[in-house]
């Protein structure tokens, strides 16, 4: 069968086969001058190497640009630097974290100023709730302690820790740190820790202020209205409070410090205490 143009086809390409020997590309481009068959390279002498094949005009091999993989440039290669050992985790910083703090301590301890000065120097929003402030709301009828212990002034103490309780509760849910003071007796069920773990939660890190008994006595004479204790009945609570020593809770001893130096120790206290939290 004759095709329209008087030039042949290649034979076909069988699979696994090259182009069909003797066959020439030039012969179907009329307007290129036919060039010297290929010949076969012969095989290399006995110990030299292998000659290159030549390369055309079309065929000439350029080296890629160094550092390119296609049109994206890459970076310049380095030392890999050794991996550094593994950071210590930090201590905790309590003058950022929301924490509810309760500062126990007997009258005269400083409790209300240490708890205000550290509540107004930190980092994040911080309330003060103090529970004498709490019970002197109730202004008719109020249970004075220099009354004595009964069921009036029980009570009354009862309702302040809850209100107080439900407060620090209120602030921890609003992102709004806490810290409580109270005089909370190691012997005594009714002013203990168990009502206000109850009511604020286990949460709740605890923290003893006590100085020695004659800072107490200098710092009661000083208070005026129901505030003041008697003498007697500031040495008879100061007394009780040493139960706290061996109880496992921090105690600060700030019969030397001054309320700055104070509420410095404080936060070292409570860091240790957000660490490794006291069981109480």
Not at 81 to 96: F, L, N, T
Not at 204 to 230: F, H, K, M, Q, W
Request: net charge neutral; glycine share 10%.
């Amino acid at each position: 069968m004759q095709h329209a143009v008087g030039s042949p086809l290649p034979p076909p390409h069988q699979p696994g086969q090259g182009p069909a020997v003797g066959w020439s590309p030039a012969a179907h481009h009329p307007g290129r001058p036919p060039g010297p068959a290929s010949a076969p390279v012969p095989p290399p002498a006995p110990g030299l190497p292998a000659p290159a094949p030549p390369a055309g005009p079309q065929h000439a091999s350029m080296p890629p640009p160094p550092d390119t993989t296609g049109h994206v440039p890459l970076p310049p290669g380095g030392p890999v630097a050794m991996p550094s050992p593994p950071q210590a985790p930090a201590a905790p910083d309590p003058a950022g974290t929301i924490i509810a703090v309760l500062l126990i301590g007997p009258a005269g301890a400083g409790k209300t100023s240490v708890a205000k000065h550290w509540a107004d120097h930190r980092r994040v929003p911080t309330a003060h709730i103090s529970l004498d402030d709490v019970r002197e709301w109730v202004r008719s009828g109020f249970a004075d302690p220099q009354s004595g212990w009964n069921d009036h002034s029980e009570a009354q103490y009862r309702l302040a820790r809850r209100t107080c309780g439900f407060a620090a509760r209120n602030f921890l849910a609003n992102g709004i740190s806490c810290i409580l003071d109270d005089a909370v007796f190691p012997d005594r069920p009714v002013v203990g820790l168990g009502g206000w773990k109850r009511h604020v939660g286990p949460g709740l890190l605890p923290v003893v202020l006590l100085p020695g008994l004659d800072i107490v006595l200098e710092r009661n004479a000083e208070r005026t209205g129901n505030r003041r204790l008697s003498d007697e009945e500031v040495a008879r609570i100061h007394g009780r409070m040493a139960g706290w020593y061996g109880s496992g809770l921090p105690i600060i001893d700030n019969s030397q410090l001054d309320i700055p130096e104070t509420a410095r120790i404080l936060d070292d206290v409570l860091a240790r205490s957000i660490a490794s939290p006291p069981q109480w």
